[in-house]
Every structure is written in C-alpha cells, then in structure tokens.
C-alpha cells in the first residue's frame, strides 16, 4: 500500500526516535517540515559517508551507515535524498539494521513541504484554487524538455504528455541527430553554448522561435507534475507563473549555491551587474529558500520578459568572458538558476503564482 501524509504523521507519532538519511536540501527541509507542523525534532542525520571534519549537520549530529545500530525498535528512518538514490539506500539499511524505514519520494515530499512552505513563506499551492472546466480550454500550453546526447536511460518508462515537447539541447554538435523531437540549432539559437548553457539553450530556442500562450522548461529527469484537471484549473483562475515549491536553505540562498558554484564565478556574476542589479541579487538571495533546476511554466508574456532579463544579464556574462576559452562545464546554467530563482522570489506579490509537485525520473 502506498504511503500517504496521514499514514506518515501517524507513524512518526508512533516512533520514539526520528532519523533522517540524508543530509542536503531535501533532509533539512523535511526537518524543518517535521518541526514546524509536528513539533518533532530528529534524532540524527544519517549519511552513506562523511566529509571530511564533518560530524554533525545544522546542530543535529551526523552518523554513517556503518554507525547505525543494528537493533532500533522503537526508532523510524525516513529517507530524504533524491529518488536516484532511493534502491540503494533502502538496499544497505536492510543489511545494516532492523529498524524500520520509510522512503520519502517526490509526492510525500510535496504533502509535507507544501504546508512547510505555505504556512512558512506564504506559498500558494495549485490545490488552493477552484476547479476549472477541463472542455473548451482556448489556450496552448508548451513545456520544453531538455533532452541530450548524453542521457542516462530512465529505469522507468515515462508517458510524455502531449503538451510536453522533447528538445535536443547542443543539437548542433555531437553528430547525432534524436529523431522525433526537436532541435535548439534550428532558427534563431546559441546551441553551440549548451555546455556552457545547458538546459538555457533550449529556454533560449523557445523564446525566439515558439508561440503559446504558456510556455515552460523542464528536464528528461525533472518535471512538474500537472494534469489535464491541473491545466483548466491553472487558465480558470488566471494563473501567471506555476513553480515546484521552493527548497528551504540550511542558512539562505547564498549559502547553498555555494556548495557548487565557484567563489570566482558569483564574482563574475556581480562584476556584470548594475548597481540597481547587485542590490536586487543579493536581497534575493539573502532569503532562506530558492528555486531549483530551470523548472518553471508561465504566460507567453511572462516567459518572454524572464528570458530578456536572465539573457541579458548571461550575455554580459559571456562578453566578459570572451577572452578565454569556452569553459564547457554548465558554470551558465548554474548562474541561470540563481537568476531564475531571483526573478521568481522577487516577483511573488505581483505575479500570481502557484505551486505544484515537480517530480525527478529515474
């Protein structure tokens, strides 16, 4: 039987001590999660290793899996990592331990987070609104979905919905063309720079090249989860902008992008902007959660006036750049994400936005 919120809280209730596997964005945020709507503290974040000096995690103490006890009866193991990790944590904690564990995949993760972030940060969630009427729906919807020559196959067979269209980013190099979908080298584009760019390539493509009246980007691995209902609901009420939920920071935004984006390239990204710009970033990113991945849906009008924004700023980037060889490390992408979330966060009282799940394939 597949676990529900209301079976979780009931478990946990049950358990003498919580732990949580996984000490990242995902951990602390179903921590925080866990202390806001339950007043439960966990006992100790589990990790596969540790790095090096690193004993404990947001004040809560670390333990490898070889540390766990054998013998927990009375304590639960949630596990909070991306999904991709999911088979062979559950794998090891069955030969580590007996005591009981609980995986928290993508729909969990959003029952919990979802009231974190709307009681927290004043999120508004897609299940807030009224219905819609799924007949006679007048607008067009176009998700872009970043696909690549070096994908992993997905262990599961995905349906991709029919509003859902696979772009080849970096089209122009590689030598092999994806049938079936389309290409970001055709029309106005800069795949040449997808490995620099990424993901923003296609986003780029899209923006020059494709007309609807909601225009989105999204991943071969990551995808906002939106039906059919989800859709009329979203054009009923009027809806600007719908976002997975924010990831709640371990110290603010700044902090986590840290963790993987150079000192040298933040920089960079400063040196570029106006002074009016610079006070605007970092307001931003002084705030405790962030939007991750490039993942978003909104209005032609809206998706248009985000890719000038975030363009510009990148192009600035690049000019400056120009001096030295092409990276290929996705340091554009990375720089995108933080300027994605910054236009969100900084637009959430005059845009109407809303939240959904956003789910990771594998």
Same mark, same amino acid.
């Given at each position: 039987?597949?676990?529900?919120?209301?079976? +979780?809280?009931?478990?946990?209730?049950?358990?003498?001590?919580? /732990?949580?596997?996984? #000490? $990242?964005?995902?951990?602390? =945020?179903? !921590?925080?999660?866990?202390?806001?709507?339950?007043?439960?503290?966990?006992?100790?974040?589990?990790?596969?290793?540790?790095?090096?000096?690193?004993?404990?995690?947001?004040?809560?103490?670390?333990?490898?899996?070889?540390?766990?006890?054998?013998?927990?009866?009375?304590?639960?193991?949630?596990?909070?990592?991306?999904?991709?990790?999911?088979?062979?944590?559950?794998?090891?904690?069955?030969?580590?331990?007996?005591?009981?564990?609980?995986?928290?995949?993508?729909?969990?993760?959003?029952?919990?987070?979802?009231?974190?972030?709307?009681?927290?940060?004043?999120?508004?969630?897609?299940?807030?609104?009224?219905?819609?009427?799924?007949?006679?729906?007048?607008?067009?919807?176009?998700?872009?979905?970043?696909?690549?020559?070096?994908?992993?196959? +997905?262990?599961?067979?995905?349906?991709?919905?029919?509003?859902? /269209?696979?772009?080849? #980013? $970096?089209?122009?190099?590689? =030598?092999? !063309?994806?049938?079936?979908?389309?290409?970001?080298?055709?029309?106005?584009?800069?795949?040449?720079?997808?490995?620099?760019?990424?993901?923003?390539?296609?986003?780029?493509?899209?923006?020059?090249?494709?007309?609807?009246?909601?225009?989105?980007?999204?991943?071969?691995?990551?995808?906002?989860?939106?039906?059919?209902?989800?859709?009329?609901?979203?054009?009923?009420?009027?809806?600007?902008?719908?976002?997975?939920?924010?990831?709640?920071?371990?110290?603010?935004?700044?902090?986590?992008?840290?963790?993987?984006?150079?000192?040298?390239?933040?920089?960079?990204?400063?040196?570029?902007?106006?002074?009016?710009?610079?006070?605007?970033?970092?307001?931003?990113?002084?705030?405790?959660?962030?939007?991750?991945?490039?993942?978003?849906?909104?209005?032609?009008?809206?998706?248009?006036?985000?890719?000038?924004?975030?363009?510009?700023?990148?192009?600035?980037?690049?000019?400056?750049?120009?001096?030295?060889?092409?990276?290929?490390?996705?340091?554009?992408?990375?720089?995108?994400?933080?300027?994605?979330?910054?236009?969100?966060?900084?637009?959430?009282?005059?845009?109407?936005?809303?939240?959904?799940?956003?789910?990771?394939?594998?």
């Amino acid at each position: 039987m597949k676990m529900d919120a209301w079976g +979780l809280q009931k478990d946990i209730s049950r358990a003498g001590d919580i /732990y949580l596997y996984g #000490a $990242g964005i995902i951990a602390y =945020g179903i !921590r925080m999660a866990l202390a806001k709507i339950l007043s439960v503290e966990i006992k100790a974040h589990i990790v596969t290793q540790l790095d090096a000096g690193m004993t404990s995690f947001q004040g809560k103490p670390l333990l490898t899996l070889s540390e766990v006890p054998a013998h927990m009866p009375h304590a639960l193991i949630l596990i909070a990592t991306p999904p991709e990790y999911h088979e062979a944590i559950t794998a090891a904690l069955k030969q580590q331990t007996d005591c009981p564990f609980i995986v928290l995949d993508d729909m969990l993760q959003y029952e919990w987070m979802s009231q974190y972030a709307a009681k927290v940060y004043g999120c508004r969630l897609l299940t807030q609104f009224g219905q819609g009427q799924s007949a006679g729906i007048d607008k067009s919807v176009e998700i872009y979905m970043a696909k690549s020559l070096r994908d992993k196959s +997905l262990k599961h067979e995905v349906k991709i919905p029919s509003y859902v /269209y696979p772009v080849q #980013a $970096g089209a122009l190099h590689g =030598g092999v !063309r994806l049938p079936s979908v389309w290409h970001d080298d055709e029309g106005d584009n800069i795949s040449p720079r997808n490995a620099d760019f990424s993901e923003m390539t296609v986003a780029y493509w899209a923006w020059k090249n494709r007309k609807a009246d909601y225009m989105g980007l999204c991943h071969y691995r990551r995808v906002l989860a939106l039906s059919d209902e989800d859709y009329a609901k979203i054009i009923a009420n009027d809806v600007d902008v719908v976002l997975g939920l924010p990831y709640v920071c371990a110290g603010d935004a700044s902090f986590q992008y840290s963790r993987y984006i150079a000192d040298e390239d933040m920089r960079l990204l400063y040196s570029v902007l106006t002074n009016e710009e610079e006070t605007w970033l970092r307001e931003e990113l002084s705030r405790p959660y962030l939007y991750n991945h490039n993942l978003f849906l909104a209005k032609c009008e809206i998706f248009a006036d985000y890719c000038e924004h975030i363009f510009s700023i990148l192009g600035r980037v690049e000019e400056k750049e120009s001096q030295r060889a092409w990276r290929n490390d996705r340091h554009m992408g990375y720089l995108a994400e933080i300027l994605t979330s910054a236009y969100f966060t900084s637009r959430a009282n005059e845009l109407n936005i809303v939240h959904v799940p956003d789910l990771w394939l594998v």
